[in-house]
């Protein structure tokens, strides 16, 4: 079955602070991986996309990097902000049908609090 | 300013009676879709629409209908609303339905129902 599985599921850091959040996948065939930023209250926002010859795709202080083999991304950001407070969603396309329709599958997302 | 918007973004009701949630892109996309957001459980599709009067079912239609009878407009029927449909709804658009064309997502509509 086709999943996407996100760790940590939440996450406090210091304002200054970097951080890694993690994505793993078992789509196949795969067609590419995408992140969104979720603001409370708001639609998720595309931040990064990222093709299956694509390892590291940045995004100003975002940081994208994918790992074809294992089926693993990470998104790292880089001196966090507390405009980061967020929740943070791995999404993966499946390549089934390429020229139709790309199915999605969406991870639970990380939540990230960035506190002064 | 591009964007998809959603009406309501919050409504609160009681079981059985019929509510719509419009959805509607200004960005002449040709792919839609609706999803619904609960806690621990990721974004799930509803339905999605690749075109103009071309609707098909995601992972979790039951009690869902949808149309597109234009190719801005995109919206969500609940028939017969039941407390299992109490959730975040978003409406996402894009260009195409393959490829990398990333979504753009409506701010949610927040259902509630008693």
């Known amino acids: 079955k086709n999943q996407v599985e996100q760790s940590p599921q939440s996450l406090i850091i210091l304002e200054g602070k970097n951080c890694t959040l993690q994505c793993n996948y078992t789509v196949s065939p795969f067609s590419n991986l995408r992140w969104y930023k979720q603001d409370t209250g708001r639609g998720p926002v595309s931040l990064t996309i990222m093709t299956f010859s694509e390892n590291t795709k940045s995004n100003g202080r975002y940081t994208a990097t994918l790992d074809a083999d294992t089926k693993q991304s990470s998104l790292h950001i880089t001196a966090s902000q507390l405009s980061d407070s967020a929740s943070y969603i791995c999404v993966v396309s499946d390549g089934l049908q390429k020229t139709s329709y790309d199915k999605v599958i969406f991870g639970p997302g990380t939540s990230l609090s960035v506190i002064p | 300013e591009a964007q998809v918007t959603q009406n309501p973004r919050y409504l609160i009701t009681v079981t059985g009676k019929k509510l719509t949630v419009t959805c509607s892109q200004n960005?002449?996309?040709?792919?839609m879709s609706w999803y619904r957001q609960d806690p621990g459980l990721g974004l799930r599709q509803i339905y999605y629409?690749?075109?103009?009067?071309?609707?098909d079912k995601g992972d979790v239609p039951e009690g869902y209908k949808v149309s597109r009878k234009e190719k801005r407009n995109f919206p969500l029927i609940l028939e017969s609303p039941s407390p299992n449909q109490t959730s975040l709804y978003f409406c996402?658009?894009?260009?195409?339905?393959?490829?990398?064309?990333?979504?753009?997502f409506g701010d949610g509509t927040r259902l509630s129902i008693l």
């Open positions: 629409s690749m075109n103009v009067e071309v609707t």
């Open positions: 996402a658009s894009s260009l195409a339905a393959y490829g990398n064309q990333p979504q753009h």
């Open positions: 960005m002449n996309h040709e792919y």
